[in-house]
T-cell receptor, first 113, second 116 residues
């Protein structure tokens, strides 16, 4: 398996623009997680899905953030409008049922100027 | 109560030495304690994990020690190598918090440097 795939790997955008981050989880995994990593706040869980259904979005910082999982092999995290404080590395991770193990993608480094 | 406190923030160890990273938690509902290793520019990767029914788990040079009464767990890296230089994160999770897998609560990370 290719592991969790994220795109783009780097994104530079101007404040106010819409940003869409994409994730393809490992085939067969029924959990998908979106995290944000910054120096100040470390790794933060934003939202997670089980069988394509959002379970907990309490970590989503503001209404500017939204996430979807239209099918078992694809998820998006959208920021609209983006702000400089959104600059971070965004990770997608997937996991399988009762195993508790999460497998992270390589991340998307977002820079908002 | 959801926090996982990790120390030290950074650690320098000589090649061949023992690296020790500590974590503490408060929530007794946590029932899964993994350690993740992250190299620069990469995502965190699961290194080793333990559940509270055992006090120690060893995989190669990596050992988790778990003290349920003290609500602490630690990662020991024996015979540390320069290739072990990375950031290490402890985490904790509970099946109580939604679904069967639960959320991972991460510590702030420890940057380990192993000097040749």
């Amino acid at each position: 398996d290719a592991g969790v795939i994220q795109s783009p790997r780097h994104e530079v955008t101007e404040m106010g623009q819409e940003v869409t981050l994409r994730c393809k989880p490992i085939s067969g995994h029924d959990y998908l997680f979106w995290y944000r990593q910054t120096m100040m706040r470390g790794l933060e869980l934003l939202i997670y899905f089980n069988n394509n259904v959002p379970i907990d979005d309490s970590g989503m910082p503001e209404d500017r953030f939204s996430a979807k999982m239209p099918n078992a092999s694809f998820s998006t995290l959208k920021i609209q409008p983006s702000e400089p404080r959104d600059s971070a590395v965004y990770f997608c991770a997937s996991g399988e049922g009762l195993s508790y193990e999460q497998y992270f993608g390589p991340g998307t480094r977002l820079t908002v100027t | 109560q959801q926090q996982v406190k990790q120390s030290p923030q950074s650690l320098i160890v000589q090649k061949g030495g023992i690296s020790i990273i500590n974590c503490a938690y408060e929530n007794t509902a946590f029932d899964y304690f993994p350690w993740y290793q992250q190299f620069p520019g990469k995502g965190p990767a699961l290194l080793i994990a333990i559940r509270p029914d055992v006090s120690e788990k060893k995989e190669g040079r990596f050992t988790i020690s778990f003290n349920k009464s003290a609500k602490q767990f630690s990662l020991h890296i024996m015979d540390s190598q320069p290739g072990d230089s990375a950031t290490y994160f402890c985490a904790a999770s509970s099946s109580f918090y939604g679904g069967s897998q639960g959320n991972l609560i991460f510590g702030k990370g420890t940057k380990l440097s192993v000097k040749p």
